[in-house]
């Protein structure tokens, strides 16, 4: 049975979503696509929470643009995979494309269109990495989680809406405002809570590792879930994460715990078709 999501924004004039990529839900400057972002600082991350007027289960989300996160009826890629695009419009007429459904999972929540697609943050390789689509994954069900941070609250509750901030708070799903969103300055505590940064580069076929280096933070110590995470960032399965030797260039797989102090590191990820060709 569904619970509604509808108590994170009941209260909230605009808010940030944050993917299960740590990446925020960012409309791009071309004003029409969305993207996923690791830094939330920027306007550009923040959405304007709007009710539609009659229907209390949903919310429109308007962009810095002025324009509406829209669920299009366009498929994302044209290669048989799943997912139409999802974008910012104005439409003359707001119809059911531009509203969402906060359907309650844990503390995060799920952003369900009027047909039953849910809002999904993807990973894996590009085009597909940073990409906003709507779907229902068989797959990375992670990846239809977000967690909402209100960053400027309600003054007055619209309609009906009208139970105190007092009784959101003394419930089992609060609606809160991060501590470190203080306007857009960027707290240097808020930085080293993301953990270490992991740069990191896939090898090709030919064991080559020329293409660009792609990185995210990483808050685990050990090299399983460090190996996990990097699938999940990929879409890729079944790697070998290794490090490279300074002196003579070799591949080598990673085995012990890594580096204490969150230091930063730069790896090499092996899929099964560059085994051979990387000596492994």
Known sequence: MQVSGMEQFNKAKTVRLKSHHDKYLTADSDRETVVQVRSGIGVAARWTV?????????????????????????????????????????????DSSVEWEPVKDGNLVKLKTRYGNFLRANGGLPPWRNSITHDIPHRHRDWVLWEVHVVEVRSESPNSRSDSLDND?????????????S????????????????????????????????????????????????????????????????????LYPLRLALPPNNTTMRVVLVPPTARAACGL
Not at 52 to 66: P, T
Not at 75 to 94: A, D, N, R, T, Y
Not at 172 to 179: A, E, G
């Open 169 to 181: 708070l003394n419930s089992d799903f609060h609606i809160t405002v991060p501590s470190h969103w």
């Open 50 to 94: 709007e009710f539609v007027e009659g229907v209390e289960s949903v919310v429109r989300l308007k962009s810095c643009y002025g324009k509406y996160l829209t669920a299009s009826d366009e498929e994302f890629l044209k290669l048989g995979v799943s997912g139409q695009k999802v974008i910012q419009s104005l439409p003359k007429k707001l």
């Open 183 to 250: 306007g857009d300055s960027h707290d240097d505590s808020q930085r080293k809570s993301e953990g270490r940064l992991i740069y990191y580069r896939i090898a090709d076929d030919d064991g080559g590792v020329e293409n660009p280096e792609q990185s995210f933070h990483f808050k685990g110590n050990g090299v399983e879930e460090l190996t996990q995470k990097l699938e999940e960032e990929t879409g890729l399965d079944d790697i070998i994460v290794c490090s490279r030797n300074i002196v003579n260039a070799k």
